[in-house]
């Protein structure tokens, strides 16, 4: 029986992120060398006002039961980390967003920086003076080789309200890549969509 269209895409794409993995070639040599900032880095008190949720996804390979739930933990904190830092910590309102997304290899962090609308709050940041989330959720796929986790999908949707001159509530929702580079879990490329809801 042939697996469902879903489950095959995404076995294509974890299948190449298994590939750049292993090969250690995720766009990051190609990348410029110049130092940069990291985005606002959330304090050792977290600043969500919600509880991420995370669920368990599509796992392609073979995954022992007790290396699951860690490994999710683990992608998923990567991305709400990201996700935080991008549109939900920081002081408001500014107008300097410039810094390196956390979590992200090189070449990812070069695209972002050349998506800052989209990336960050920057089309509003002078004109809001704060951010409050109210939804957050990640669901995360596993690609396995040898019984180990390479690389996964973290399906993100986060939902916030702002406040000041421009009130409005945003959704953010898609895709963020990952691949597990020297112990940590790396964004190497991401499809996310922003609106106004």
């Known amino acids: 029986m042939s697996s469902p269209p879903r489950t095959r895409r995404f076995a294509a794409v974890l299948t190449i992120a298994a590939v750049l993995a292993v090969a250690g070639c995720s766009g990051d040599e190609s990348a410029p060398s110049e130092p940069s900032e990291p985005l606002h880095e959330p304090s050792a008190a977290p600043t969500l ?20 739930a860690r490994v999710e933990q683990r992608v998923s904190r990567t991305a709400v980390r990201f996700l935080e830092a991008a549109y939900v910590a920081g002081e408001y309102p500014r107008s300097d967003f410039n810094g ?9 962090a070069e695209a972002a920086r050349r ?18 989330p109210t939804l957050l959720r990640v669901k995360v796929d ?3 080789v040898r019984k180990r986790a390479v690389a996964g999908t973290a399906h993100v949707q986060l939902g916030f309200r702002t406040t000041g001159k ?10 963020l890549r990952l691949t597990k580079r020297q ?7 991401f499809d996310l969509t922003k609106g106004v809801r």
Do not use: Y
């Open 49 to 68: 006002q919600i509880e991420p949720v995370t669920e368990s996804g599509v796992i392609v390979g073979r995954l022992p039961r007790k290396d699951r």
């Open 100 to 108: 390196r997304p956390p979590g992200f290899t090189a070449g990812a």
């Open 115 to 132: 998506q800052r609308s989209l990336l960050t709050n920057q089309r509003i940041g002078e004109r809001i003076d704060g951010v409050t």
């Open 142 to 144: 596993l690609l396995a």
């Open 166 to 175: 421009v009130e409005r509530r945003v959704r953010v929702q898609g895709e």
């Open 183 to 189: 112990g940590d879990w790396k964004i190497f490329a």
